[in-house]
């Protein structure tokens, strides 16, 4: 399948410091696949957290797709993260430590068709910190612009 669908979360690297990074399949149904296809995905205020030793995202809004007729969507719902369970529990042992939270950073396809979700294990980033995230992207905007 020649799709690309990358669709990116950009508030999520501003507001935490991103310490680790993984790719999980994401359950989905037929009409929000589709919708996923369209680029129809916000990440307003989403976030993954742990519910019986399984992963959930909280909060992904998928838009409904317009020809799913009687067998469509609920837009907003928690869905199912599927990942091995060594990397579940690794990063529930992390999460249980003051200050970290689990991200999504960007939903995508892969090569065979498949939904993907890349999750960030972040600490959440003080006021001065994203001051300097700022002044960093501002002097490399600075410094391409110079080299052109």
């Known amino acids: 399948m020649s ?3 990358f669709i990116k ?8 410091a991103i310490e680790d990074r993984l790719k999980a399949g994401i359950m989905l149904t037929g ?3 589709k919708s996923v296809r ?3 995905v916000s990440f307003n205020d989403s976030y993954c957290f742990f519910d019986n030793g399984e992963l959930w ?6 838009a409904e797709y317009v020809n799913a007729g009687y067998a469509g969507h609920i837009p907003v719902h928690d869905r ?4 091995q369970r060594k990397e579940l529990n690794k990063w529930q042992a992390k999460v249980k430590e003051k200050g970290y939270t689990i991200v999504p950073l960007n939903i995508f396809i892969n090569e065979k068709g498949f939904a993907k979700v890349e999750i960030g294990l ?13 002044k960093s992207k501002d002097v490399e ?3 391409r612009r110079y080299l052109k």
């Open 3 to 5: 799709e690309n669908v």
């Open 141 to 143: 905007r600075e410094i």
């Open 80 to 83: 199912k993260l599927l990942l």
């Open 31 to 33: 009409s929000e696949i």
């Open 38 to 40: 369209n680029g129809k």
């Open 122 to 134: 972040g600490k959440g980033k003080n006021l001065h910190d994203k001051r300097e995230t700022m």
């Open 9 to 16: 979360n950009r508030p999520a690297t501003f507001e935490y």
């Open 57 to 62: 995202i909280k909060s992904l809004y998928i």
